[in-house]
């Protein structure tokens, strides 16, 4: 595991470890807390939930300088989309905080859910609209993205959500109020399922150094829809009075899911440019200049020369080659060099950064002829 992330894990288990113990000490509020489990574990994960946050918000922001401008747009929607999922959490735990400390303080069910639903609402859009930007920089057309489609589906999700079978509250205001609060939910997990369903299939369309971060990326949507889910099912039914809802343990699927976007945000920032060594052969230049290409099989016939003149070569063995080998496996890496250049959806690619990327002797040769 990368180093960065081992140091932003433990600064996530330490800031937890503060919001369980640091914060409410500097409040005065241990005795309260005390009779009050949940708002205790509430604060523990909604602290812990910033630092991740915070890291896959900067990871994402700091690796827009290879980025066309369209892509480094859907960056920007995606770190929004991770903001306002904080800001879900850090709005759940300021109201905690207050509602401890000051007690004689008021704050209606209609506002409280509204402090949750518009911030927790517009991050799957967020996140729904980034990854569809990614789908149609990447030519991906896909019908059941349609916003239209996705609004009927959340919309009847979210009408679904209050039939579910619970113990209803006394109070038909409060009980109107819940059910808007878990369509609101739900409507929210329709958004993360479809950004889900398309983070997956942009994965299963590119072939390169992206692959791995969409494949997280994927996984971190899908844990959200899995978190929202989860909560419904124990907070909008008859399990809303187990303790397993009472005590606030709902809420770790969120906070999974954010580990699960910081590893996203770190795989994405990896995805540059690597310089390859002095010993690199040519096989090796035509070879990194195709894992650049988003989607390898638009150069896939071009490719098809590099398989000839490796076909009998063994994993592990370097390559023989002949005067002739070197001079067609230079023209493969051209070919490639003018797509990255001109064609190249994700990448904002110049040709002389792919050159000073290569060995001295490779530069010199593509110079030459």
């Known amino acids: 595991m990368n180093i960065k992330l081992i140091v932003l894990l433990v600064l996530m288990i330490v800031s937890g470890v503060a919001g369980f113990f ?17 708002a205790f574990l509430v604060i523990g994960v909604d602290v812990a939930m910033a630092v991740p946050a915070a ?24 770190a929004a989309g991770v903001f306002f999922y904080s800001l879900t959490l850090l709005a759940q735990l300021a ?11 008021s704050i209606g069910s209609v506002a409280t859910s509204i402090i ?19 789908t149609r920089q990447l030519g991906i057309r896909l019908k059941w993205m349609s916003i239209w489609v996705i ?25 109107l109020i819940t059910k808007i609060l878990f369509g609101a939910v739900a409507w929210a997990g329709v958004f993360a399922a479809f950004a889900t369903a398309g983070a ?46 009472i005590h606030g343990f709902v809420l770790w ?9 910081m590893k996203a945000g770190q795989v994405f920032k990896e995805a540059t440019f690597k310089k390859l060594p002095e010993q690199a052969t040519y096989v090796d230049a035509v070879t990194y200049a195709a894992a650049l290409v988003t989607d390898v099989r638009a150069i896939d016939i071009t490719l098809d020369k590099l398989r000839q003149i490796t076909a009998n070569v063994k994993p592990g063995e370097t390559p023989n080659l002949t005067a002739d080998d070197k001079k067609t496996l230079l023209g493969v890496y051209r070919t490639i060099e003018d797509y990255l250049v001109t064609k190249e959806p994700l990448r904002q690619v110049t040709r002389q950064a792919l050159r000073a990327r290569l060995p001295a002797d490779i530069q010199a040769d593509l110079s030459e002829s």
């Not at 640091?22 to 949940?38: K, V, W």
């Not at 899908?222 to 099912?233: C, M, N, S, Y």
């Not at 699927?253 to 976007?261: Q, S």
């Open 200 to 245: 997956i299939r942009i994965k299963n369309t590119i072939i390169s150094s992206y692959h791995g971060a969409m494949a997280w990326l994927a996984l971190a949507l899908a844990a959200t829809t899995f978190a929202i889910l989860h909560e419904i099912v124990f907070r909008d039914t008859n399990l809303s009075s187990s303790s397993y809802s």
């Open 95 to 105: 109201l905690v905080i207050v509602l401890i400390r000051f007690p004689s303080i």
């Open 55 to 78: 890291a896959t918000i900067w990871f994402l922001l700091s690796s827009q300088h290879a980025l066309t401008a369209t892509t480094r747009v859907a960056y920007r929607i995606i």
């Open 116 to 134: 949750f639903a518009v911030p927790f609402i517009l991050s799957t859009l967020e996140l729904y609209i980034g990854v569809r930007l990614l």
């Open 253 to 261: 699927p969120y906070l999974l899911a954010a580990i699960l976007f």
């Open 151 to 175: 609004l009927a589906s959340a919309a009847a999700v979210a009408l679904a959500s209050a039939l579910i079978p619970h113990t209803p509250s006394p109070d038909p205001k409060d009980e």
């Open 22 to 38: 640091g914060i409410p000490a500097m409040l005065h509020l241990q005795e309260a807390l005390r009779a009050q489990p949940l």
